[in-house]
């Protein structure tokens, strides 16, 4: 096994495997039909069916998402297979420049050229056909997912690229990419908002040493995406009153609670009701957080154990901090849900854990035998990157869906990492202790 990983040829091999596995896992999802979004965003949506319309659909909401729709059209009409085709492919894609991202990380960290490859081939193979992200590949419309997330790892490679640029002009053109690709992420999908986080904290724990002058120094490109983020929040976010994702069952919803919203003036363009921010009815921004304090929880315990996944779920609302959630009658779900304090006291000590191995890091000593403190940095930038990327949806600002599985497509790799690392450990453990 140590061979294979040591071949000169191994990272083409990893990149034949993971696609050879991704097509493998979806192979049999080429005819599955257009369901919920699907509908009015493709089937009934006849913007995307003239390519005379490319600027239009571009200048309109996750623009460039909407544009790769009218492209499948162009070239395969309706045939759904068309649309797979172009999710997986996306999805390959991804997992490819994860796998990079990673290893190019743990060599910044690490000496250990073969533990680097171990850690970035499992990570991303499990990123590949982990059973969650069925979501986001199979749910045409969720390329908006997916395709912001091609974005999003493709402004931090280039970003890691012009920090090593040898020339001015090189890292003033590579920077220029990653402002460019920022863009059109958020584009793609709002979610991409958060880039310039990842960003500045990539920075901090792998380019910089940890020295903030060092970061300063890059001030131009950070007050750049800095502008951007707030254009993109005022410009986007907050008129659409958020990061919405609704479904057609989920409108249902909106629409019997239209009169109500209508009648206190929370009506959304067009007179519809909001499906995001602080207008929609029936979940106040407080219930919104406490329930997503039981969801983040719900998906870290979904990415251990892949089962009772579902496309709609009926996620009960927490109305106090203190009460059980009341579990609908037929709703099922992977664990019995408690209070949302006991979920706020394990995120707390998750995110606590992460402080923790960073300081531990930063003195040069990792925090347990045999986790050196670079591995420990490690550990930590990956539980930042899972509730960041996660921020814009699992926040206090109400979207009318609670949960969808989607929303963890690139959240998730900082959960393999983290899982890849940890079981590497407990091995070497055994293994010293055998």
Same mark, same amino acid.
């Given at each position: ?23 493998? +896992? ?25 390519? *005379? ?22 070239? *395969? ?91 001015? +002009? ?25 880039? /310039? ?19 300063? =120094?890059?001030? /131009? ?63 106040? /921004? ?19 154990? /892949? ?46 854990? =992460? ?28 539980? $930042?990157? $899972? $509730? ?15 949960? $969808? ?8 790799? *900082? ?10 450990? +407990? ?8």
């Amino acid at each position: 096994m140590e061979r294979v990983f040591q071949s000169r040829w191994f990272h083409l091999a990893l990149v034949s495997t993971l696609a050879l596995a991704v097509l493998a +896992v979806y192979s049999n999802t080429f005819n599955a039909s257009f369901h919920f979004d699907d509908g009015p965003h493709i089937r009934d949506n006849y913007t995307i069916r003239d390519m *005379g319309n490319a600027m239009e659909i571009l200048r309109g909401q996750r623009g460039v998402t909407m544009l790769t729709f009218a492209l499948n059209y162009a070239f *395969g009409d309706l045939d759904v297979a068309g649309y797979h085709a172009v999710n997986i492919s996306i999805h390959i894609i991804n997992g490819v420049m994860a796998y990079f991202l990673l290893f190019w990380t743990l060599r910044r960290v690490s000496e250990d050229e073969l533990w680097s490859k171990k850690i970035a081939a499992y990570s991303a193979l499990l990123f590949a056909v982990h059973p969650v992200q069925t979501q986001a590949v199979t749910y045409i419309v969720q390329r908006m997912e997916s395709l912001a997330s091609l974005f999003y790892l493709a402004a931090l490679l280039v970003f890691i690229k012009a920090a090593e640029a040898s020339t001015t +002009v090189k890292r003033v053109v590579l920077y220029s990419c990653v402002v460019l690709v920022y863009i059109v992420g958020f584009n793609s999908k709002e979610i991409a908002i958060t880039l /310039p986080a990842i960003l500045l904290l990539y920075d901090f724990y792998f380019l910089s040493d940890r020295e903030v002058k060092t970061v300063a =120094a890059r001030w /131009p490109l950070y007050a750049v995406l800095l502008v951007l983020l707030g254009y993109f929040a005022v410009s986007t976010v907050v008129p659409l009153g958020g990061f919405g994702d609704v479904s057609e069952e989920s409108s249902g919803m909106v629409a019997a609670a239209a009169a109500a919203a209508g009648a206190a003036g929370q009506t959304g363009p067009g007179g519809v009701a909001p499906s995001a921010g602080f207008a929609v009815s029936g979940i106040s /921004p407080a219930e919104y957080l406490m329930t997503q304090m039981n969801v983040l929880v719900y998906y870290i315990c979904l990415l251990l154990v /892949p089962v009772n996944q579902n496309l709609d779920y009926d996620f009960p609302v927490s109305r106090g901090l203190f009460e059980v959630p009341q579990v609908n009658e037929g709703t099922v779900l992977n664990i019995p849900l408690l209070p949302p304090v006991v979920s706020l006291v394990l995120l707390l000590a998750i995110i606590g854990a =992460a402080v923790y191995l960073f300081v531990r890091s930063r003195r040069g000593a990792g925090p347990t035998a045999g986790l050196p403190a670079a591995q420990a940095a490690v550990v930590s930038f990956f539980i $930042f990157w $899972f $509730f960041i990327i996660l921020s814009p949806t699992s926040s206090f600002i109400p979207i009318v869906d609670v949960i $969808f599985e989607h929303r963890l497509y690139l959240a998730s790799l *900082g959960f393999f990492v983290v899982f890849a690392i940890a079981v590497d450990w +407990v091995f070497r453990y055994i293994g010293t202790r055998g």
